[in-house]
């Protein structure tokens, strides 16, 4: 299996533009997660998934943020407007269930909001 | 709620020397407890995880952690550094009480002097 995949690795966008990060979870993942990961707050949890339901999304900053798992091999996380304050690295990771097992995370999306 | 406590943001050894990186939760059931490396530019990748049974586990890389109901610890141990190791270090829990949420540390980063 190739992993988790996200797209872009790298994006570079001025404020105000709408930003779309991708998410190709493992084959047979049932639970997709989307983390934000900054030298201020760390590692922070975004929202996951579980077959492609949205089930907790407490970790959304605010309504600039969304995030849709259309099918079981896709998601995607949007920004919209994007601020400054939104540069950060996102993690989207996959795992089997939900808290004993192995959490695989892909490279990640290094955002930069000029 | 749930939290961990990885002490020491920075931590640096000698090559060939000990390594231990400190990890502490606050739960008053046993959570599920994982130990994730990140090395520079890439996502996270599990070094080692504690479900049940045997509480001294063995990861990849020579690595090992020790579960310790009484100190509310599980921390991490290689009995001599190589280069190779330096990485950021994060500890994690499932807490079993809230439908296996997962928390992450803040990270510990560990540099390993030549």
């Known amino acids: 299996d190739a992993g988790v995949i996200q797209s872009p690795r790298h994006e570079v966008t001025e404020m105000g533009q709408e930003v779309t990060l991708r998410c190709k979870p493992i084959?047979?993942?049932?639970?997709l997660f989307w983390y934000r990961q900054t030298m201020m707050r760390g590692l922070e949890l975004l929202i996951y998934?579980?077959?492609?339901?949205?089930?907790?999304d407490s970790g959304m900053p605010e309504d600039r943020f969304s995030a849709k798992m259309p099918n079981a091999s896709f998601s995607n996380l949007k920004i919209q407007p994007s601020e400054p304050r939104d540069s950060a690295v996102y993690f989207c990771?996959?795992?089997?269930?939900?808290?004993?097992?192995?959490?695989?995370f892909g490279p990640g999306t290094r955002l930069t909001v000029l | 709620a749930q939290s961990v406590t990885q002490l020491g943001s920075h931590v640096s050894v000698s090559e060939g020397a000990l390594v231990l990186l400190r990890c502490n939760y606050s739960?008053?059931?046993?959570?599920?407890l994982f130990w994730y490396v990140q090395y520079p530019n890439q996502g996270l990748q599990l070094l080692l995880k504690?479900?049940?049974?045997?509480?001294l586990v063995k990861g990849i890389n020579g690595f090992e952690a020790e579960f310790k109901k009484s100190e509310t610890s599980f921390h991490l141990t290689k009995p001599s550094a190589h280069m190779s190791d330096a990485a950021e270090y994060f500890c994690?829990?499932?807490?079993?009480?809230?439908?296996?949420?997962?928390?992450f540390g803040t990270g510990t980063s560990l540099t390993v002097i030549p």
């Open positions: 990771a996959s795992s089997r269930d939900r808290g004993t097992g192995e959490q695989f």
């Open positions: 084959s047979g993942h049932d639970y």
């Open positions: 998934f579980n077959n492609n339901v949205p089930i907790d």
């Open positions: 739960s008053s059931v046993p959570p599920y």
């Open positions: 504690y479900t049940t049974g045997a509480t």
């Open positions: 994690a829990v499932s807490d079993r009480r809230t439908g296996n949420q997962f928390y």
